[in-house]
């Protein structure tokens, strides 16, 4: 099927349309139109034309379009897990379950345009605002370029595109060059639903032509922005004042101590570690287990990963399929090599077929090794012993990201004494940081990024507040 881009609301061909293949055989599963220079421009000059008719909606149409559009990625769950599936080479199984997450993202923006309100400041609290009050507004900021990666292609332009419509915006979304089916459709989804044409623009392109475009066009107001600290780092170089939000990676890590209840936290591990064949931001790369439990805990968790099953993205009983491409596999590969040149165990799998890696489990990884400072982004973890909690905490911040981290104990005391001290977006107890539902606060310190998402927070980042004062 070939897919026009979006651009002011209605559809858009450029040239030849570029194939998209399904990572896991190389598959030709759609054609889609890419954005020169030329359409980068058509698309920010609709979004701001549009930008006029998002601030005039009310709060009860906005939340009503959301509402719509929630309603209709449910009646087209199938048919757009199957695309997502297909584009990313995703597990069907996952692909479903983040095509639910979406429609939740939706219904939680809908609900956060009935929320959009100010406050009222207390003027004669200062001498000299005696006889005065007043109160504040949140003003949309007017046309957000959202970037988006492959990984979860779907909820995370909602997680942008929810948000910025519930707050007023209008926007121009360009997602991964892997991943643009899911966007393209969905851009027909809103349309259906009565969103004002130009208010949501999609123009997948290649980021690295056109991506300095968007970012610097001056009516671009903000730039939120999901992907990798390099291009993220380029973004914020080129923004200038505007807005930016950066969800960038991570090289997320669990403390298992002493009295962890293994058998809750082995198979959340394994799960957290190899769900989307590892690439997930959040994804469980180092383990710091005390080492009175490191023994069993490595043994465990390569039993665990053994067991699941590797094949094809769209047999339901794949857990582990492709990465998205060959060459991310082969750099997978090689860091699974220099770890264990280094001196680390591989306990369990890690060999190579095409673009996909078995899921490896290293042992005693050392601390300047890629596997232990870079984010892998693939199905690899490393497992260290630790002497005990203040050495656990110590490595977790030995890293230059700062997503999200987790503890498993039973003593209340050493969870929240580490949650004090770990430096982190996200601090979780009895669970592993690849955890995640769309409402709550989500993003990251350090080279993790600024700013926050969840429809909430990131209704907060996507309007500027305005003081009314009278006398
Ligand atoms: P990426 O290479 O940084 O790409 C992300 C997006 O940026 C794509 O749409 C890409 O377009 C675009 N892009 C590339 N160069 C650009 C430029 N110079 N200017 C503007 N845009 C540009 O990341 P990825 O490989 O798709 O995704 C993996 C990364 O995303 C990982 O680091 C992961 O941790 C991070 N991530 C973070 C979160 C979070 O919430 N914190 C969630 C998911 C993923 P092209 O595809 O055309 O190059």
């Known amino acids: 099927m070939e897919y026009p881009m979006w651009i002011g609301g209605r559809p858009v061909v450029t040239g030849p349309p570029r194939k998209v293949q399904l990572p896991y055989d190389g598959a030709e599963v759609a054609a889609v139109h890419e954005a020169g220079p030329e359409q980068v421009d058509a698309a920010v000059e609709a979004a701001a034309a549009a930008a006029a008719a998002m601030r005039e909606l009310t709060l009860a149409e906005r939340a009503f379009l959301l509402r719509k559009a929630h309603d209709k990625v449910l009646e087209r769950s199938e048919a757009l897990a199957l695309a997502l599936s297909s584009e990313s080479g995703k597990p069907i199984r996952e692909a ?11 219904l939680f923006s809908s609900e956060e345009a009935h929320r959009l309100c100010g406050e009222v400041v207390p003027m004669d609290a200062s001498p000299a605002g005696k006889g005065r009050w007043a109160m504040t507004l949140r003003e949309p900021v007017g046309v957000i370029a959202a970037i988006t990666p492959f990984n979860f292609p779907l909820n ?3 997680h942008k595109i929810g948000p910025a419509i519930a707050a007023g915006n209008a926007v121009v979304h360009k997602p991964a060059s892997a991943t643009p089916v899911t966007a393209l459709m969905m851009a027909g989804v809103f349309e259906e639903c009565g969103l004002p044409p130009g208010a949501l623009n999609v123009i997948p392109g290649p980021g690295g032509a056109i991506g300095d475009l968007l970012v610097s066009h001056p009516k671009v107001a903000m730039i939120t922005f999901t992907g ?9 170089s080129l923004a200038g004042m505007k807005r930016v939000t950066l969800e960038l990676g991570s090289n997320s890590a669990v403390i298992v101590e002493d009295d962890a209840d293994l058998d809750a936290a082995v198979p959340r591990a394994v799960a957290g570690s190899f769900a989307n064949s590892g690439q997930v931001c959040i994804s ?11 023994g069993e805990f490595v043994e465990r968790m390569a039993e665990g990963a053994r067991k699941l099953k590797i094949g094809h993205p769209h047999d339901p009983a794949t857990d582990i399929s492709s990465l998205i491409t060959t060459g991310e596999a082969e750099r997978v590969e090689a860091w699974i090599g220099e770890a264990v040149r280094a001196g680390a165990g591989l306990v369990a799998g890690g060999a190579r077929s095409r673009a996909t890696i078995e899921p490896a489990v290293l042992a005693q990884a050392p601390p300047d090794v890629k596997i232990s400072c870079q984010e892998a982004f693939g199905p690899v973890v490393a497992v260290n012993p630790v002497n005990g909690l203040e050495e656990a905490v110590a490595m977790v911040n030995a890293s230059q990201y700062g997503l999200q981290a987790s503890i498993y104990t039973r003593d209340i005391e050493k969870a929240f004494w580490a949650a004090r001290r770990v430096h982190v977006g996200g601090f979780l107890i009895n669970e592993v940081p690849a955890y995640r539902v769309d409402q709550m606060p989500y993003g990251g310190v350090k080279l993790s990024g600024m700013g926050r998402e969840g429809p909430k927070y990131a209704v907060e980042e996507m309007t500027e507040v305005k003081l009314i004062s009278w006398r």
């Not at 095509?99 to 993202?105: G, I, K």
């Open 156 to 158: 995370l332009a909602m």
């Open 96 to 106: 479903r379950a983040e095509v639910d997450r979406a429609a939740l993202t939706l």
């Open 228 to 236: 990798s600290p390099a291009v993220g780092l380029r973004i914020r």
């Open 284 to 294: 469980v790369q180092r383990i710091f287990a005390h080492q009175k439990v490191y």
